[in-house]
């Protein structure tokens, strides 16, 4: 078997539904999983210009990795952090600052030593929402949190403007997906979607503008472990919409093998809301370049969280209007069998759920109840349940009004479980998250 890193990216998927029933979850009840104690990333108290985004995740059996940043808005950037952890959950090396960013979190992967690698995308080139220029940044770690290299400049990502009643074009770009293999070679991932307006106007109280259409681009970058590149901005998907018709997509999932294949499943989603189109899967060598057809996953539906083991295999999380399942695939698309369907959880929403994959193709499901309560249940590499559902995190009492608004998940080679997630209570927001022991 070929290992495999994988990242998972914050995109969700719009895709056609699956009406099989199959495999149902333990319910909620005592479990061997050993959950550690909390431990906090970061809390503050939200202000005009800074927030808590989501965080990323990656994690080894040498200690894990959470990215994350507090910009509020893209007229006030903001740094992005790494904080670095034992396996246990014990601080290494908290709040390392990377760089100003906008929204988006860093990107960030893991070797099986603990070695990482973040990117993040620097705004100092931008003016303004319609002009969001922006440069991209490598940087790896030892798993002591200490810099490795100097920030790696990967790309310059450009826009142009849109002016009043002119039909132009935008770019804004998305947040960066890495993948790590266990030499430290690494591909960054990072999408770019450009937008035609038709013409702009002013209001009374407000501004606003027609769109023809959105253009979505998906790029990557191959490194060896020295910073020495195979690869630098490639595109490796491209897809169009226009209104009434067409389909638009991103990045749902990418992973380096230790032989340089790189994997990449794309979410396909059509302009015409409900409408199905399948997802796509691309293998490309070292140099990124493509290296055999593609696949097609048709049956995952929208709102689905994909990942991929060291095999290439993919896991999709997803709610089919009444119950959520997991579906598995082969590399090539097919099927691996009955469909996952997951009783006591509540339905699967844009990061209130998580699907952590450990490379030898076990998972974990994550799911966020009332009052902040995390759950979660570990399955085998078939399918079957290994252990009952279980209980990560309590939450807080119901007077401080505390909800989980994003989980993150991820299984190292060993089984151990990582969990983290924001939080937005009376006190403010914050990032917290446990560490589980195994089933």
């Known amino acids: 078997m070929t290992q495999r890193t994988s990242c998972s990216a914050t995109f969700k998927t719009t895709l056609i539904a699956s009406a099989i029933a199959g495999w149902i979850a333990s319910p909620l009840e005592a479990s061997a999983a050993q959950v550690g104690s909390q431990f906090v990333v970061a809390s503050l108290t939200p202000t005009l210009t800074s927030t808590l985004s989501y965080p990323t995740l990656a994690t080894s059996p040498n200690g894990f990795v959470v990215g994350w940043a507090t910009a509020a808005s893209i007229y006030h950037p903001q740094p ?239 709610f089919d209007g009444a119950t959520s399942r997991i579906s598995r695939f082969n590399p090539d698309g097919t099927s691996r069998g009955q469909d996952i369907v997951l009783l006591n959880s509540s339905p699967v929403g844009f990061g209130t759920s998580g699907l952590a994959v450990a490379p030898s193709g076990a998972f974990a499901f994550v799911n966020t109840v009332g009052n902040g309560e995390v759950d979660g249940q570990y399955f085998n590499a078939d399918g079957t349940s290994n252990g009952a559902s279980f209980v990560i995190d309590p939450g807080q009492p119901p007077e401080q009004g505390y909800v989980v608004t994003y989980v993150a998940s991820a299984l190292d080679s060993n089984g151990h479980l990582v969990v983290v997630w924001n939080g937005r209570g009376s006190s403010g927001l914050s990032i917290a998250g446990r560490t589980v022991s195994g089933p």
């Open 80 to 318: 992005a952090y790494v904080s670095i952890f034992a396996p246990d959950g014990t601080p290494r090396n908290s709040n390392v600052a990377l760089g100003n960013t906008l929204r988006f979190p860093p990107g960030v992967a893991m070797d099986a030593d603990g070695d990482m690698v973040t990117s993040w995308i620097d705004p100092s080139r931008s003016r303004g929402y319609f002009e969001q220029n922006g440069t991209l940044y490598a940087r790896r770690y030892s798993p002591a949190g200490v810099a490795q290299d100097s920030s790696l400049r990967i790309a310059d990502i450009y826009s142009y403007l849109i002016a009043l009643f002119v039909v132009n074009s935008g770019i804004e770009a998305e947040g960066p997906v890495v993948a790590m293999d266990d030499s430290g070679d690494f591909v960054v991932a990072w999408g770019e979607g450009s937008y035609n307006a038709l013409g702009c106007f002013y209001g009374t109280y407000n501004f606003g503008c027609l769109w023809e259409g959105q253009h979505s681009k998906t790029y990557a970058a191959s490194y060896r472990a020295d910073d020495t590149a195979n690869k630098v901005r490639a595109r490796i998907d491209s897809v169009s919409s226009y209104y009434g018709s067409g389909k638009n997509g991103g990045l749902a999932a990418l992973s380096l093998s230790n032989s340089g294949d790189i994997e990449a499943v794309f979410s396909r989603a059509s302009a015409n809301i409900g409408a199905p189109a399948p997802a796509i899967v691309k293998s490309f060598n070292s140099n990124i370049v493509k290296s055999g057809p593609s696949a097609f996953l048709p049956v995952i539906p929208r709102f689905a969280y994909t990942s991929l083991d060291a095999a290439g295999n993919i896991y999709a999380l997803w």
